[in-house]
């Protein structure tokens, strides 16, 4: 399809394992942002990337969060020793271009469980 | 305080009633205003852009009040496609970027 793709779209890790999600934006949009979502709560921004540079990272919680776009297109949002307060939807969304008005197309979500 | 306030709901309403959901935001500096749909397990869908002005889209109908940083929606003739939850959204972004703060969301459930 031509949506921002998401994978995987359910992941349950051990407490302490290490996750990986991958965010595939729609071709050609240079804006690319992960964004949070635990039960009941509206989304929450983690970080943003402009092409292949990561311009704000304020919204990631810890060091444990990291983010990475190394050739402006895929995206991958890796956690380190997880935790149970990681569980939470992981939402990947892009849009053409930078600036506010431009509409931002989200992706299904990353759901993590960590047990 | 969040950012962006709205009464979290439920608001259950038979079929074809007007309802109205509220939102309010703390920062000024906000440039523009959303409100996004998102269904039971989906990822949130742009519903329509908010204006000073007022604007209007079929059945639904958004309003903006910046000096009382007050975001409105109002939805008429309700149908039970509508059951959803309903974020409220605010774009602080300036010279680039697109950073959205969303609220916590109202959920309408559209009752026969």
């Known amino acids: 399809g031509a949506g921002v793709s998401q994978s995987p779209r359910y992941k349950v890790a051990k407490r302490g394992q290490d996750v990986a999600l991958r965010c595939d934006p729609i071709s050609g949009h240079v804006s690319l942002f992960w964004y949070q979502q635990a039960l009941g709560q509206g989304p929450e921004f983690l970080t943003y990337?402009?092409?292949?540079?990561?311009?704000?990272k304020s919204g990631l919680p810890s060091d444990r969060f990291f983010a990475e776009r190394p050739e402006g297109s895929v995206s991958t949002l890796k956690i380190q020793r997880t935790q149970q307060e990681d569980s939470a939807v992981y939402l990947c969304?892009?849009?053409?271009?930078?600036?506010?008005?431009?509409?931002?197309?989200f992706g299904e979500g990353s759901w993590l469980t960590v047990v | 305080r969040k950012e962006v306030e709205q009464d979290p709901g439920p608001f259950n309403v038979p079929e074809g009633a007007t309802v109205a959901f509220n939102c309010t935001y703390s920062?000024?500096?906000?440039?523009?205003f959303f409100w996004y749909r998102q269904d039971c397990r989906k990822e949130p869908k742009l519903l329509m852009s908010?204006?000073?002005s007022g604007n209007e889209d079929g059945r639904f109908t958004a309003q903006l009040n910046r000096a009382s940083q007050y975001i409105s929606l109002l939805i008429r003739d309700s149908k039970l496609s509508d059951s959803a939850t309903y974020l409220c959204v605010v774009n602080r972004a300036r010279g680039g970027g697109n950073k959205l703060t969303f609220g916590t969301g109202t959920q309408l459930k559209v009752e026969l």
């Open positions: 920062n000024s500096a906000s440039q523009s």
């Open positions: 908010v204006y000073s």
């Open positions: 969304a892009s849009s053409l271009r930078t600036g506010a008005g431009n509409t931002i197309y």
């Open positions: 990337f402009q092409n292949e540079a990561q311009l704000d």
